[in-house]
């Protein structure tokens, strides 16, 4: 690596804003009891803007959440159906669903442009604690 700094790519923050929209929608629905597919979509469409929407339900239904949750909503129900959720969107859905959002429209970045992403910025991060990599 001639610039390491430029040269390793690190996942967008916008990806992770969408995991937790997601996540959260889902949990608003455990809450409600109503959990649909149609009515994450709902939840979504509350919380983020129209491309993003796109972007989660994309992502989502080439996770096979869709599918997922029809099979599942016929066999269970209420802490059975919540439990199914959290063994399903594991740690390796996690990831996926954080990839597949990146190739939709957050692509990498390199660490130069994730120090200067406005979602950093805003939370107070001013990039010190990187001063060894450089």
Do not use: K
């Not at 959440?65 to 599942?72: E, G, I």
């Not at 954080?98 to 660490?111: D, T």
Request: with cysteine; glycine share 6%; hydrophobic share 45%.
């Amino acid at each position: 690596m001639a610039n390491p700094l430029d040269d390793y790519r690190y996942d967008h923050p916008q990806c992770f804003v969408l995991l937790q929209a997601v996540l959260n929608s889902v949990e608003r629905c455990f809450e409600q009891r109503s959990l649909s597919w149609e009515r994450v979509r709902r939840e979504l469409a509350q919380t983020l803007c129209a491309g993003d929407v796109q972007i989660c339900i994309t992502a989502l239904e080439r996770l096979g959440f869709d599918r997922f949750l029809a099979h599942c909503l016929t066999c269970a129900q209420g802490a059975d159906l919540r439990r199914a959720f959290q063994i399903w969107f594991d740690a390796f859905v996690t990831l996926r669903f954080v990839h597949e959002v990146g190739a939709a429209g957050y692509p990498n970045l390199s660490l130069t442009a994730l120090q200067q992403s406005p979602l950093l910025v805003q939370a107070g991060f001013d990039g010190s604690a990187l001063s060894c990599v450089t």
